[in-house]
């Protein structure tokens, strides 16, 4: 049986404002905590998607750790292409390979017995960690 | 419009089925010897989707319904979608995805009562996970049952053939008519089991025509 589970703990990276985390949300359906995020970020996609399978890794463990059952944790990582910047003052051409790609990672958690504001904490600092 | 309503609880496989499937039904044109237009509807709880784009990058047409369930909270958009889709693409399947906490006797209901169209329910388990869900949830997982013919058994390749014996028989004991077919969905579903599935929509749809 489900029991109520009602450990919040403490948010303590730089995107707390009153347990407002941007890009993220939270709502209940009957028992299951639905918390959604996204974020884009610039960097090298292949890092990303090994730290991102890594930090997935630690948030399960912390589900499980506070006696939360996982319905799923589903992340999508989307990348533009590589960017490349052409430009001339009418004396040459300047081509020019942009370093890095802006990498956008959507997450969603679906979850039973566990604290809304920690997970949010929790996909927050994920984010973060990324 | 024949119309198949995917269910099953969070995690276990629904999408991976759904690809298969319609995969399937695409390549039925060859046998029709006319196109076979196929439109999913894609239910999530979330506010964001992420299956909706793994289904479009395979190169189908879905309409979203996110934030809700179309057992519950959604009924009034999966009615108005429905309808939408049947006007504007009249496509000869449509398959819907439900939410892992839906009911989907209840999405058939709904779409009974306000469409007029009846929908054959496929339901996914995982096999692997089963028994803990039911300990956990046992009113949805088995509330999820009620209602469909064939349950597919995702999974099993991760558990050996005594536990499917008994996760098999905790299936048959909350829906007695059901047909147990384990799968692995990561693998290639058989023709045969996708066959059975479409031919059981079909025969709901020439029985009801």
Not at chain 1, 36 to 58: A, C, F, H, P, Y
């Amino acid at each position: 049986m489900i029991t109520k589970h009602d450990h919040a703990e403490s948010c303590n990276h730089h995107h707390h404002a009153g347990h407002h985390h941007h890009g993220i949300e939270s709502h209940m359906h009957d028992d299951a905590l639905v918390c959604s995020g996204n974020r884009d970020i610039i960097g090298d996609l292949e890092t990303i998607k090994q730290n991102l399978v890594g930090e997935i890794e630690i948030l399960t463990r912390w589900i499980e750790e506070m006696s939360g059952i996982i319905g799923h944790v589903k992340a999508l990582v989307e990348c533009d292409a590589p960017v490349t910047m052409i430009s001339t003052t009418g004396v040459d051409i300047t081509v020019k390979e942009m370093v890095g790609s802006t990498v956008q990672i959507s997450i969603v958690a679906i979850v039973f017995n566990t604290n809304a504001q920690s997970l949010e904490c929790r996909i927050a600092g994920l984010f973060d960690a990324l | 419009m024949k119309i198949l309503i995917l269910g099953g609880f969070l995690g276990s496989g629904k999408t991976s089925v759904l690809l298969q499937l319609a995969e399937y039904l695409v390549s039925l044109e060859k046998e029709y010897h006319s196109e076979v237009k196929v439109a999913i509807v894609e239910n999530e709880i979330g506010a964001i989707g992420i299956d909706d784009k793994v289904l479009k990058k395979a190169g189908f047409i879905v309409n979203n319904l996110f934030s809700g369930c179309a057992c519950c909270s959604l009924t009034g958009e999966l009615v108005a979608s429905i309808k939408k889709i049947q006007t504007e693409l009249d496509p000869q399947w449509l398959i819907i995805e439900a939410t892992g906490v839906a009911y989907p006797g209840s999405i058939r209901t709904v779409i009974l009562d306000e469409v007029g169209l009846d929908a054959t329910i496929l339901i996914i388990a995982d096999a692997k996970r089963w028994q803990r869900l039911v300990n956990a949830m046992e009113l949805l997982v088995s509330g999820q049952l009620e209602d469909t013919s064939i349950v597919l058994l995702n999974k099993v390749d991760l558990i050996s053939s005594a536990e499917l014996k008994q996760v098999e028989h905790s299936i048959l004991n909350y829906n007695q008519t059901a047909e147990v077919i384990p799968i692995s969905a990561k693998a290639v579903i058989p023709e045969d089991i996708l066959k059975k599935i479409v031919n059981q929509a079909e025969d709901l749809y020439d029985n009801k025509a």
